[in-house]
């Protein structure tokens, strides 16, 4: 066909129809929006009804299809799935990869990777499945099925599949979409089961999530996996040596090459100090952590969870489709309408069986009445078709009172399909009993619909019966206790103040050595004009040159300063002594009391209990006696940092010099232990475990066996519960029993004296062995019952075991307690254990101090005293 050829001036034809013009900006926000809604509606986002997102249930719509008892290729899989999934085989491999990894619905054979290292599985040619029988009990069900065409209208595929569990819930799903995430953690099979049931009867449960990887979990703010919720999830790290740690399970979300790469580079970064890494892990996890020399174990798990991917934080987002619209829930609005919607689907499924039952037991009656009756010989005269089906209907119609719904054409056309040869062989008796056995089904049927809750209930505990025991809960819940990071991290830069040009920071190599101190550390910086400042180290700063003490500060500081300073350049000399109490950074604080050239003439830190005597010496002036006084610091009452302070001498002063200075005196502490966060406190919080003085030890006993004696603090780390903590000073004993649960199953007693601080020992050489008892008593009695004679007789006796069992070493094996068969033992101690409640030291009292006058000489000042 020609061109048309339009002139090339004057007016276009005219059109018949309106050409209709789109902005591009319109044309862009109509297709984005398509784009979107088609990407959070069918590929990212799960649905509400069965959990699955539409990837994942043509996966399993398709291995059903090919589901005959036996291995499939997933390569073949995923070939049949492409019949229903238009994207290609690469987003099915890794879904179907993703499924076998759940160890839920499908059963895998060959290498599907490992979720531990991130190693990815074989090629779809080499690996295999099937589905569980879980997956062929719990989702599958043709006729409760609604099917859709396929994109290509070639095939029918499911709207959604008859899920009749919590699925969404119990594997988890991640999805991002455009302008929109989705992330519901999994939960524990058992749990979600056992919460159904709870929902089902009316009453109040709580879901935490349960993650294959194993891990700790504080799920304090979970708030029930809605949009702003957070939990905290950490490695588990145990103990092995005060030069070994050991990681056992790792967090969600990570894997042990990411795991070992963060501790890596907090290593180089100096937060812990590590020697040697060993990644042993295969089926299950093993990360061996070699400490460097004077790395306490303690800290650097501490400092582990704080500077390294050993603790991450995931936020889950719970999103789903429903009814064509993504919504936000918590699990517990996901896990009710899961148990509703289970519900209705036995229901559905309830009211199919007894459908199907009614028409075989109405087909049975019709074949009885049609053998029976003898109604198939009537038809023997007939000649057309028509008057065949005629007679068979006069024959039934007498009957047709005893049927639940009315005779049609279909049902007799049945009945002339029936052989003769079944004709022949009919056996009346068996009828009746198959019609009674049927009439039982629908009548257990009706009862389970009418008490439809009953059966759903019964359903879910049919399926912990069955299934619960293969699906153990993996991650342990627990509550994290905030630990300062200035307390793990690792001091490895040296801090130097240069009186010379006043600089502050550890990039100096010359001056006078302050502390060993970290990035985080502060500062408490004293000028001579009584001024106190908290700052932030850093590598140099510039402090001035009138400093009188530095140190570094923590929140927890208890030490005791002690200042004295004159008021004005003609005042009275001031003695107080203070703690610093709250403090802002960078801000000037004033010490004394704001009179113009005041200066500090004296200036000490001490520990609370110190004992600091010091001599004053006055001035000679015509008839003044007494030139030399004593003062002893520790009597003077500490006050607030803000107090004016007592006059020590109006009269001048020549010089102040210690004259004595004494250990602190040990004041001892209730030590408490928090059994829900494994953790020691100084808090009225917890288990009372004694009262100990700083330095002092406890003996840590484990379930295991596992011993150290350590100094308690904060971070002290526990992987479990310990056995006991025992309060134990140098040289005290310890006696100890366990039963060996070998082939004797003897209870062993072993005395010993701790000797060997900080070290890891276990105080039974075998490994299934129980702890029954320990203490720190001089005298331990054990009353033991025990059978005697032929008849078995129960006597008891007293075993005085601080006299029987001499003190061995730490890692002896023991002895045994009694060659008699033992029933049951009663301890006795005959004193207290050491470390409970005794009577504590009084504070000691503050007396006046009487003023002098005068004015002293420009004194010395001591550096950091």
Known sequence: MADTEYPASG??????????ITALSGMYQNYFLDY??????????????????????????SMWELEDGRYNKVANIVGNTMKYHPHGDASITDAIVQLGQRELLIDTQGNWGNIFTGDSAAAPRYIEARLT????DTVYHPKLTEWQPSYDGRNKEPVALPVRFPLLLAQGVEGIAVGLACKILPHNFRELCEACILVLQGKPFQL?????????????????????????????LTIIDHKTLCITEIPYGTTTDSLIESILGASEKGKIKI?????????RVEILLHLAPGAAPDTTVEALYAFTDCEVSLSPNACVIYKGKPVFLGVSDILRFSAENTRQLLEKELQIKLGELQEAHLFASLEKIFIEEKIYRHIEECETWDSVLQTIEKGLRPFAGQFYRPITQEDVVRLTEIRIKRISRYDARKADEALKALEKSMSETRRHLERINEYTIRWFEKLLKTYGAKHPRKTELAEFDSVALKKIVQRNE??????ESGFLGWGLKTGRFVADCSELDDVLIFTDHGQLILSRVEEKKFVGKNIV??????????????????????????????????ITRDKVYDLTRGTPGSSVVYFTAQAPGTKEIITVHLKPKPRLK???????????????RDSQGLILSRLPIRKIVRKSLGQAQAEKKPLWFDDTIRRFSFTEKGRLVGYLAPGERVLVVGRNGLARWIVPEPTTYFDENPFALLPCPPGNPVTFIYKSQGSSSDYMVKRFIPETPDKIYTLFPDEEAEPVFISAAPEVVAEITFEFGRHRELRKESIPLHQMFPIKSETAKGSRLSTKPVKDIVFTTFTQDAGLPTSQPESPSAEEIIPVEDTPPPPELNFGE
């Open 11 to 20: 007016p276009e034809p005219e059109s018949h129809a309106e050409t209709q």
């Open 36 to 61: 979107a809604s088609y990407v959070i509606l069918e590929r990212a986002v799960p649905a509400l009804e069965d959990g699955l997102k539409p990837v994942q249930r043509r996966i399993l719509h």
């Open 133 to 136: 029988p879980l997956a062929l």
């Open 208 to 236: 935490f999530p349960d993650f294959p990887t194993g891990g700790l979990a504080d799920c304090s703010r979970y708030q029930d996996g809605r949009r702003g919720g957070r939990i905290r999830v950490r490695a588990k």
């Open 275 to 283: 020697k040697k890494i060993e990644d042993n892990t295969a089926e």
């Open 494 to 499: 040296k801090l130097y103040y240069d009186k």
């Open 549 to 582: 003490h530095l140190c570094l500060w923590h929140r927890d500081d208890d030490t005791i300063y002690t200042m004295i300073f004159r008021d004005g350049k003609q005042g009275p000399y001031v003695l107080k002594r203070f703690r610093t109490g709250g």
């Open 626 to 640: 007494k030139l030399v006084f004593d003062v002893a610091l520790d009597e003077v009452a500490v006050r607030q």
